[in-house]
């Protein structure tokens, strides 16, 4: 069984950080590549960030230059910095990753985003 937990969310003004984690079990984590996905009420989910097993990065340009993910192989996590976070970045933040032809999804951990 292949499993991702989502942790790190909460709530934060303007202009704040969050650090989101997420563990996987159930997988060779370090050849697999890892996306974090976000989706808001009443939108359809977005890809924010992804990383290779060889380290190689891309955002979205909504994200570019606030967010970078990063992988920790030996504890089989990967993480999401969030820097200078905006209203809009409010949503449900999901850790994926596609084993040959099945999509594995975490249960997501809310960003709030608020004054």
């Known amino acids: 069984q292949v499993q991702l937990v989502e942790s790190g969310g909460g709530l934060v003004q303007p202009g704040g950080s969050l650090r989101l984690s997420c563990v996987a079990s159930?997988?060779?984590?370090?050849?697999?590549?890892m996306n974090w996905y976000r989706q808001a009420p009443g939108q359809q989910r977005e890809l924010v960030a992804t990383?290779?097993?060889?380290?190689?990065?891309n955002y979205p340009d909504s994200v570019k230059g606030r967010f970078t993910i990063s992988r920790d192989n030996a504890k089989n996590t990967v993480y999401l910095q969030m820097n200078s976070l905006k209203p809009e970045d409010t949503a449900v933040y999901y850790c994926?990753?596609?084993?040959?032809?099945?999509?594995?999804w975490g249960q997501g951990t809310q960003v709030t985003v608020s004054t």
């Open positions: 994926h990753v596609r084993v040959r032809y099945i999509a594995c």
């Open positions: 159930g997988i060779i984590f370090s050849i697999n590549d």
């Open positions: 990383i290779t097993s060889g380290n190689s990065t």
